[in-house]
């Protein structure tokens, strides 16, 4: 589960520099730099920025997460310090620590807001970030810019002990997931969910229970995922956002997602709560 952990404390404001060994969740076009070590991978830990031939482009100050301080950092690209690599986040799912990938999510999220803000969008004017509040601030028109969320819905849809499955043309070969789509200007999540299911595959579902959401930083996403039952129709996908389509039994399922995500959980839930699978039940 990709979340910040609980005993995160968010921040704006950096303690006095060089007190403490902070974590450094360093950012180079999207990917994480990290180290491979006996114990595990490990992320850089030092007081004050711990390459000093390395320049940064910007450093955020995130907040402390068991009393230590944590920056999220974005190098620049190049010579990478020995020893160290960049490697995408759904990459370090099962090797770096839960938490750690929590807070690395929002440091990816921070610094890519951050960049693609520099200037109002307004009237072009550079902007500020404010210490008062996470936000950039345009002293020119006086625009407040906030970091950014999509909003996506995805819901696990179930007929008579099968759940709807699909294919997006973007995925790898044999996959497939569950439904789901950004929610548009004006629409509630519930809203979104009918009509993503009516463009998609041209049923109709009803019953809907929310299930859980999870921050998907790839790059500013929360995914809000729902239960929903069948109502009718018959499958016909849209060809273009979803290629393929069908009900599948809970022992009889294609290649999932990501175990990291929303959609991989929602389809482990119905696996379980079936009873179908033998043994737990859940899935490997
Ligand atoms: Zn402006």
Known sequence: MLMLPGDFQPA?????????????????????LV???????????????????????????????????CYAAEAEQGQLPPGWSLQGLR?????????????????????????NHQFCGRCGMPTQRRAEERARHCAGCGLMVY????????????RD?????????????GMYSVLAGFVE?????EQAI????????GIRVGNLRYFASQSWPFPHSLMIAFAADYADGEIRVDGQEIVDAGWFTPDRLPGLPNPMSMAWRLIQDF??????AGGDGALR
């Not at 200007?185 to 999540?189: D, I, M, V, Y």
Request: net charge negative.
């Open 12 to 32: 704006i404001l950096p303690p006095a520099e060089g007190e403490q060994p902070a974590l450094w969740f360093v950012c180079v076009a999207g990917d994480l």
């Open 35 to 69: 180290r491979a070590t006996a114990t595990g991978i490990e992320l850089p830990v030092a007081s004050s920025w711990p390459f000093a031939k390395w320049p940064t482009l910007r450093r955020l100050y995130l907040g402390s997460w068991q009393g230590q301080p």
């Open 91 to 115: 990459s370090l799912w099962g090797s770096l620590d839960e938490a750690l990938l929590g807070i690395a999510g929002q440091a990816l999220q921070l610094l890519e807001w951050d960049r």
């Open 147 to 158: 970091p950014r969320l999509s909003p996506v819905v995805m819901m696990r849809i179930v």
């Open 161 to 173: 002990g099968q759940i709807l499955l699909a294919r997006a043309p973007r995925f790898a070969p």
């Open 185 to 189: 200007a004006g629409e509630t999540l």
């Open 194 to 201: 009918h009509r993503e299911v009516a463009e998609e595959v």
């Open 271 to 276: 696996v379980v709560n079936s009873g179908a």
